[in-house]
């Protein structure tokens, strides 16, 4: 498996997107360097990894790069996956959580259905994508393997859940997502695709500086309630 590192301190594993590969990361790594050493990986059958025989699968994938992780040796590790890349942490989140420190995870879904009708079509067609590499790829969404709520459940990091207003997967299960995660926060970002690393990259940078705080969930609820108190109560 091909993996690049660039910089110094706290380690930053950047996981791409089907058909993606560390290097179409590089314009953003100069400003990520600034408050971390990146780990730019490229997963199996894509990049310069090699391509091993048989279909592909997320939890081989999952495999790979926590076998990098033990290799590289640094006690925790936050993440930035996207779409595949976000189903990969999604996977280690729950398998190997006690070396996490926080994710921020784009464009994730944790099973087929999770993806808009249209694109669910024409991922099926995978058969008839002419270059066997991105046949290899296209066949590893039709073929996902569903990530169970009572696994993403188990995910007790900080997870940044981030997904564009018009990205390819459903709204309504990002929000599934979103709801199992224990601790997580939501970046809808709007007038995105699913193609937010080329469209929004600063926002992405921000936001991954930005999760680098400690994790903050307010309760509108519970503000509310002191309020009705002071109102009603008069204290």
């Avoid at 590969?21 to 600034?34: E, F, H, N, Q, T």
């Avoid at 408050?35 to 894509?46: F, K, M, Y």
């Avoid at 997320?58 to 925790?76: A, S």
Wanted: charge should be positive.
């Amino acid at each position: 498996m091909n993996y690049e590192v660039f910089g110094e301190g706290e380690p930053l594993l950047i996981l791409h997107g089907n058909g993606g590969s560390a290097a179409g990361r590089y314009s953003m790594i100069p400003k990520l360097i600034k408050h971390h050493q990146v780990i730019a990986v490229d997963a199996r059958c894509h990049g310069r990894s090699s391509c091993p025989e048989g279909d592909l699968d997320y939890f081989d994938m999952v495999d790979d790069v926590i076998t990098l992780m033990k290799k590289l040796k640094h006690e925790k590790y936050s993440i930035w996956g996207h779409s595949d890349g976000g189903i990969l942490g999604l996977i280690i989140g729950y398998k190997f959580t006690h070396k996490l420190n926080r994710m921020v995870l784009s464009g994730a879904n944790a099973r087929f259905s999770g993806l808009k009708p249209e694109l669910q079509a024409f991922v099926k067609k995978y058969d008839q994508v002419p270059d066997p590499k991105m046949r290899k790829q296209v066949a590893l969404m039709a073929h996902q393997k569903e990530i169970s709520m009572d696994s993403i459940r188990k995910i007790n990091v900080p997870v940044l859940l981030m997904v564009g207003d018009r990205d390819a997967i459903r709204m309504k299960h990002t929000m599934e997502i979103f709801e199992a995660l224990p601790m997580a926060n939501l970046c809808v970002l709007p007038a995105s695709s699913h193609f937010i690393t080329n469209e929004k990259p600063n926002h992405i940078i921000y936001w991954i500086k930005e999760f680098k705080k400690p994790f903050s969930a307010p309760s509108t609820v519970e503000i509310a309630k002191k309020m009705a108190k002071s109102i009603f109560e008069g204290n």
